[in-house]
């Protein structure tokens, strides 16, 4: 699980703790389920069985793989289309190809983020390249949906590519722990990523026995998911592993520590730290459309049939069948 690694030595340091920093319990802890998704790339559905106010401004997330495909297995998705949200693909390991409907594309591969914004309406598809196909390989990585507001719902389809050498690096106050702060500000660093609504994502690799305390925005919500290892989270020190998501409370400090013991697939606690300002307003979702009404899924669905989402383009990419 390499993403972007760094020693920590080298790198600006969180402070610690301020005096009287309240540390965020934990309210729930939910495993998620295995499944399948595109043309049958396996994945986790990290947000199964959270209420949607607890998650709020995000709508999903998949864990993608962790898989290591042999010659001819790897797969990706059909076109498909998209309106009233954001997508955030981070690429942890291995690579994916992404081309849209106005015209954007290219290539997201270990460490890189691709955010984008489906805003009124887009048509993408998501594919590994034909020498990833040909030989195979690994391929591991998160795709997060975060909503929009209602202002925000029909704003113009928008990429940001995010390579891997833009995310903001930091260690822990005692270097036992890498973070990769990819959008919003942690302890004062901020990562690259710029979206609608406001949001934090850090990926963080843990060393075995360290203790992270990571400053966090008491007006955002609050969620760790566990991409590998195990460890605790939170000031009672819950146990938590690989497919689990904790939803903490109200505060402003996230607290994380890995076993003594990992395995010897993954070394360290790898987790991903997520949360937003919650928009608070009604959701009505129906599969790739996320919007606030029941009228505007009929209309999403109806535009989508008319071609008013976009056209898959001329030499367009087209998903690979195996």
């Known amino acids: 699980m390499p993403a972007v690694t760094a020693d920590t030595v080298r790198l600006p340091r969180l402070a610690e703790p301020a005096l009287g920093a309240v540390d965020r319990p934990v309210r729930t802890i939910t495993t998620a389920p295995s499944g399948f998704e595109g043309e049958g790339f396996p994945v986790r559905r990290a947000f199964a069985g959270v209420r949607l106010p607890d998650l709020d401004p995000f709508i999903h997330m998949d864990e993608m793989g962790a898989v290591d495909y042999g010659p001819g297995e790897p797969k990706g998705t059909p076109w498909h289309p998209h309106r009233g949200f954001e997508t955030v693909t981070y690429m942890i390991d291995g690579t994916f190809q992404h081309q849209d409907s106005h015209g954007g594309g290219g290539l997201i591969t270990d460490g890189a983020t691709q955010w984008?914004?489906?805003?009124?309406?887009?048509?993408?598809?998501?594919?590994?390249?034909?020498?990833?196909?040909?030989?195979?390989?690994?391929?591991?990585?998160?795709?997060?949906?975060?909503?929009?507001?209602?202002?925000?719902?029909?704003?113009?389809?928008?990429?940001?590519?995010?390579?891997a050498g833009q995310v903001q690096l930091v260690a822990s106050p005692d270097g036992g722990a890498l973070l990769r702060v990819i959008a919003g500000e942690v302890g004062g660093y901020r990562g690259p990523g710029s979206t609608h609504t406001p949001i934090s994502v850090v990926h963080a690799t843990v060393s075995p026995g360290v203790r992270v305390h990571l400053p966090w925005n008491p007006e955002f919500n609050a969620l760790v998911y566990v991409l590998g290892g195990r460890g605790t989270v939170g000031p009672a020190g819950r146990p938590i592993e690989a497919g689990q998501l904790a939803v903490l409370g109200a505060g402003d400090l996230v607290t994380v520590a890995a076993d003594t013991r990992q395995d010897a697939v993954t070394p360290a606690l790898e987790v991903v730290f997520l949360g937003g300002r919650p928009i608070r307003e009604h959701v009505e979702a129906y599969g790739p459309f996320v919007m606030n009404t029941r009228a505007e899924l009929i209309q999403a669905v109806e535009d989508f049939q008319a071609g008013k989402l976009g056209v898959i383009p001329a030499g367009a990419l087209m998903p690979h069948r195996g």
């Open 116 to 163: 984008m914004t489906a805003g009124a309406g887009i048509l993408h598809i998501e594919t590994p390249p034909e020498e990833l196909v040909v030989r195979g390989g690994l391929f591991h990585g998160i795709q997060l949906w975060v909503n929009l507001p209602a202002r925000d719902k029909f704003t113009p389809p928008r990429y940001q590519n995010l390579e």
